[in-house]
C-alpha cells in the first residue's frame, strides 16, 4: 500500500522552528517532484514548496520564502520543511504531496500534485 506520511507538527510560539518530516511507503518517489500544501482552518489548500526530482531546485510560496527551506532525500524517500520564524498566520494543517509531473514542483497549484499524505498539524501561538 503507498502512502505519504507526514510528522514533526506540533504546537510552538511565534519566532520559533519546527521540522515536518515525510516519508513514503510502499513505492519508491525519487523520480517524481514534491511538494508540501497548507491548509489554515476555514481556508483553502494553499502550495507552501515544491523541490525538483534531483533536489536542487526549490520553490517557495512569497509568504514563507527566507523562513522556510524544503528538501529531500531521495535515499530514505522523504522530504523534509525546514520552518524558522513560525509566525501565527503559519498555523495549518501541512499536506505532503507528488507531483504528476517533472515540472510540478514550481507550478504552485494542487492540481498538479496526485498523492497526498494525511496531513500533519502545526500551530504557532503569539
Known amino acids: 500500500q503507498v502512502q505519504l506520511v507526514e510528522s514533526g507538527g506540533g504546537l510552538v510560539q511565534e519566532g520559533g522552528s519546527l521540522t515536518l518530516s515525510c516519508v513514503a511507503s510502499g513505492r519508491t518517489f525519487s523520480s517524481n517532484s514534491m511538494g508540501w500544501f497548507r491548509q489554515p482552518p476555514g481556508k483553502e489548500r494553499d502550495f507552501v514548496a515544491g523541490?525538483?526530482?534531483?533536489?536542487?531546485?526549490?520553490e517557495y510560496a512569497d509568504s514563507v520564502k527566507g523562513r522556510f527551506t524544503i528538501s529531500r532525500d531521495n535515499t530514505k524517500n522523504t522530504i523534509y520543511l525546514q520552518m524558522n520564524n513560525l509566525q501565527p498566520e503559519d498555523t495549518a494543517i501541512y499536506y505532503c504531496a507528488v507531483g504528476l509531473y517533472g515540472s510540478s514542483w514550481h507550478r504552485r497549484v494542487s492540481s498538479e500534485f496526485g498523492f497526498w499524505g494525511q496531513g500533519t498539524q502545526v500551530t504557532v501561538s503569539s
Open positions: 523541490i525538483s526530482v534531483s533536489g536542487r531546485l526549490a
